[in-house]
């Protein structure tokens, strides 16, 4: 069965430390991992996307790994801001075959993020 | 500016009365789909359109329809709505064939939904 498991559930960090959450998936055949980042009440943006050749992909603050032989992904933040309180969530993208490109995204649960001053 | 709305934001309603939710994008998006949010779960797939007509099921259709008339809008139809149907609905859309990882793919603000 397809699915995306995230930990921790919930993190708190104060203002300026780094943290990294988690993404584990059994999904297959693998297409692509995204990560993105919601805020209470608001729909997901996306951070980074990256395929089966990519191992790390930053965007600013925010680098994602990439380890497709163990099924592992993981999200850095930097420097932690106040901005940054928000849930983040693993996408990833399983090929359904014969469908001439149309990828099934399964999403995890999400890791909500709390940064205190 | 490019976007995907939904309306309305928020909605309470009483069980069995018909409502509709509204899904407009403005890219020429082929793909339009609809999920659904709850706490302690992930966003769980309800319908989608890979083009206008053509619309399948998603892993939690029960109780929910769609239509796509038109390639801009995606309305999801909650015929006789029931409190298990409380949840936060999102809309997105990408460009079909986005299977490679260049697509993006938008979501919509969210239709927080009540159902009492």
């Known amino acids: 069965k397809n699915q995306v498991e995230q930990s921790p559930q919930s993190l708190i960090i104060l203002e300026g430390k780094n943290c990294t959450l988690q993404?584990?998936?059994?999904?297959?055949?693998?297409?692509?991992l995204r990560w993105y980042k919601q805020d209470t009440g608001r729909g997901p943006v996306s951070l980074t996307i990256m395929t089966f050749s990519e191992n790390t992909k930053s965007n600013g603050r925010y680098t994602a790994t990439l380890d497709a032989d163990t099924k592992q992904s993981s999200l850095h933040i930097t420097a932690s801001q106040l901005s940054d309180s928000a849930s983040y969530i693993c996408?990833?993208?399983?090929?359904?075959?014969?469908?001439?490109?149309?990828?099934?995204?399964?999403f995890g649960a999400g890791t909500r993020l709390a940064v205190h001053p | 500016e490019a976007q995907v709305t939904q309306n309305p934001r928020y909605l309470i309603t009483v069980t069995g009365k018909k409502l509709t939710v509204t899904c407009s994008q403005n890219?020429?998006?082929?793909?339009m789909s609809w999920y659904r949010q709850d706490p302690g779960l992930g966003l769980r797939q309800i319908y989608y359109s890979m083009n206008v007509e053509v619309t399948d099921k998603g892993d939690v259709p029960e109780g929910y329809k769609v239509s796509r008339k038109e390639k801009r809008n995606f309305p999801l139809i909650l015929e006789s709505p029931s409190p298990n149907q409380t949840s936060l609905y999102f809309c997105?859309?990408?460009?079909?064939?986005w299977g490679s990882g260049h697509g993006g793919y938008t979501f919509g603000s969210g239709t927080r939904l009540t159902v009492v």
């Open positions: 993404c584990n998936y059994t999904v297959s055949p693998f297409s692509n």
């Open positions: 996408v990833v993208s399983a090929v359904l075959r014969g469908s001439g490109g149309y990828n099934k995204l399964i």
């Open positions: 890219m020429n998006h082929e793909y």
């Open positions: 997105a859309s990408g460009r079909y064939g």
